[in-house]
């Protein structure tokens, strides 16, 4: 595709409730990353994929949260048992090259999340 | 762990003026230190990658610098315009792995 696309852009979910979000990167791109915003707060890094494995997955706040990449393309962010503290904007970016100098990130424009 | 910092927080501008962004990292062992703007309720644009064996990069009106050893990046903007109002945010590697640290960002207004 011409860039990455996110959906669903907006959320509404409940406490207690399980949520994905689901991000579609760039067509070719081998690598692949999650990130969340909170308002007011640049993004920090929850995951990143290179292929279909995940190549570092520290960023990721507890055991709620989980991401896959099945086929190497589409991935999708899992988060269970959803709290309000989760709330914030989730940020799927793709870059060609798995790292490196020439490593630049492009970025979609988000899932906003909201848990009542 | 690398930590990034912007300054100012805010800054607000008359049309056509030249300003500059700063940026400074912990961590001087980057590769490379990427640009971005970001509009209310989107997502984020890329606008310059810096690698770390080049000084400057240039785009148009932009020009970002890089000087790995004293921890800063600049963003230069000439001749701002009212649609150059956004979030300009800066984003460095931490250290030897590929997630980027960001930084609050810079809040730019520029007043028609």
């Known amino acids: 595709g011409a860039g990455v696309s996110q959906t669903p852009s907006n959320k509404v979910t409940e406490k207690g409730k399980y949520v994905e979000l689901r991000c579609d990167p760039i067509?070719?791109?081998?690598?692949l990353y999650w990130y969340r915003q909170s308002l007011g707060q640049g993004p920090e890094f929850l995951i990143y994929?290179?292929?279909?494995?995940?190549?570092?997955d520290s960023g990721l706040p507890n055991d709620r949260f989980f991401a896959v990449r099945p086929e190497g393309s589409v991935s999708t962010l899992k988060i269970q048992r959803t709290e309000r503290g989760d709330s914030a904007v989730y940020l799927c970016a793709s870059s060609p090259f798995g790292g490196g100098i020439y490593n630049e990130q492009f970025f979609g424009p988000g899932t906003r999340l909201t848990v009542l | 762990k690398q930590e990034v910092t912007q300054i100012p927080a805010a800054l607000s501008v008359p049309e056509g003026e030249n300003l500059v962004l700063n940026c400074s990292f912990t961590?001087?062992?980057?590769?490379?230190l990427q640009w971005f703007r970001q509009d209310p309720g989107k997502g984020l644009t890329s606008l310059l990658l810096?690698?770390?064996?080049?000084r400057e990069q240039t785009s148009g009106r932009l020009n970002a610098s890089l000087d790995k050893s004293s921890g800063r990046s600049t963003l230069y903007i000439a001749a701002s315009q009212p649609g150059d109002s956004a979030t300009y945010l800066c984003?460095?590697?931490?250290?030897?792995?590929?997630?980027?640290?960001f930084g609050k960002g810079t809040k730019l207004t520029v007043n028609p």
């Open positions: 067509s070719g791109h081998t690598a």
């Open positions: 994929f290179q292929g279909t494995g995940a190549a570092d």
């Open positions: 984003a460095a590697p931490q250290g030897g792995s590929e997630k980027l640290v």
């Open positions: 961590d001087s062992a980057i590769y490379n």
């Open positions: 810096i690698q770390s064996s080049q």
